[in-house]
C-alpha cells in the first residue's frame, strides 16, 4: 500500500492510496469533501482505504516475499480494518518496508517500535537520496 499527495497549483489538496503495482488508485483524503472522519483539514475516506489500502497489505501478505506499507499514519489508523491488516502483516513472518509517524502516539505504533524485530530508519536530509538504494540491497 503506497499513499502519495494530491497536489494542484502547488498547493496540497489530499492523499491518494494505491496498491505498489499502481493499477488500484482511489482517494484516502481531501480537503474539498464533506463527511467524516475528519483529520485537521481532511475528510478521509475510510471506504477506498479499506478496500485499496487494506486489500493491498492482505494480498501482498499472501503473494510477496516482502510488504510494503506506507504509510502508518494518523490517517490510516482511523479505519479498524487497516490497523487489524498491519497487525496481521507485522505477524505473517515476512519482511515489511513501512513508514510509520514520527511523532503519533497511537498505541499500535509504539507496539511497532518496540518489536525486537523492527529496524527504525529515520529519514533525514542527509540520508534520504542514498536510503531507498540500501533498503533495496537490504532485501535483495
Not at 502519495?4 to 488508485?25: A, D, Q
Not at 483524503?29 to 467524516?36: I, L, M, N
Request: charge should be negative; proline fraction near 2%; charged fraction near 30%.
Amino acid at each position: 500500500m503506497v499513499t502519495t499527495e494530491i497536489e494542484s497549483n502547488g498547493k496540497r489538496l489530499g492523499f491518494e492510496v494505491s496498491n505498489i503495482r499502481g493499477n488500484l488508485k482511489g482517494t484516502l483524503a481531501r480537503v474539498d469533501t464533506v463527511g467524516k472522519p475528519r483529520l485537521g483539514k481532511y475528510i478521509i475516506n475510510l471506504n477506498e482505504l479499506d478496500s485499496i489500502g487494506v486489500a493491498s497489505i492482505e494480498e501482498a501478505v499472501q503473494r510477496a516475499d516482502v510488504v510494503v506499507i506506507d504509510e502508518v499514519g494518523p490517517m490510516e489508523l482511523r479505519s479498524q480494518a487497516f490497523r487489524d491488516a498491519v497487525q496481521r502483516a507485522m505477524n505473517s513472518g515476512k519482511s515489511i518496508i513501512g513508514t510509520v509517524h514520527y511523532i503519533a502516539q497511537d498505541p499500535l505504533i509504539l507496539a511497532i517500535k518496540a518489536r525486537r524485530d523492527v529496524e527504525i530508519i529515520e529519514v533525514e536530509t542527509e540520508n534520504r537520496e542514498d536510503l531507498a538504494r540500501e533498503i533495496f540491497e537490504r532485501f535483495q
